[in-house]
């Protein structure tokens, strides 16, 4: 069943504004996910605390996003994205329920790798993960 143009046109101008903006939040959310991480016991509601295995969880996500960035900003994104999809897979693992973001970052980072490889729509189903945990 084929969507009328206007409706084509809508979803096409959409998906390009969700890249768009994406692309200006990229190097932001990159800031925003390292101050993150050191700061997310604090930001914790009541008595609720990460334990040694979430800790664990999060420095590895952490340097699995770290090593992946490297990569990336090398021009190597075939090598950073096994990186970014662990990374990925640990955040909603261990941390779907209790600290979306990090879930939403995982997710954001790693449909940036596949906006970078022109693969838009891969790009565009982990962008809408990612604004799911919002």
């Excluded at 903006?21 to 009541?46: D, E, I, K, V, Y």
């Excluded at 040694?52 to 420095?59: D, M, N, P, R, Y």
């Excluded at 021009?75 to 990186?83: E, K, V």
């Excluded at 693969?119 to 962008?127: G, P, R």
Aim: with cysteine.
């Amino acid at each position: 069943m084929s969507h009328p143009p206007s409706s084509r046109l809508l979803s096409t101008i959409l998906f390009f504004a969700l890249l768009f903006f994406c692309h200006l939040n990229s190097f932001a959310q990159a800031r925003l996910l390292r101050w993150q991480l050191p700061n997310l016991q604090t930001s914790l509601q009541g008595n609720q605390k990460l334990s040694k295995k979430e800790a664990e969880a999060l420095k590895e996500i952490d340097r699995l996003y770290q090593e992946s960035r490297k990569l990336i900003q090398a021009g190597q994104h075939d090598a950073a994205m096994p990186l970014a999809e662990r990374a990925l897979t640990l955040a909603e693992k261990t941390f779907a329920s209790k600290l979306p973001v990090i879930v939403a970052n995982a997710a954001n980072n790693l449909g940036m790798i596949y906006k970078n490889k022109g693969d838009l729509s891969k790009a565009e189903i982990l962008f809408m993960r990612s604004f799911s945990y919002f």
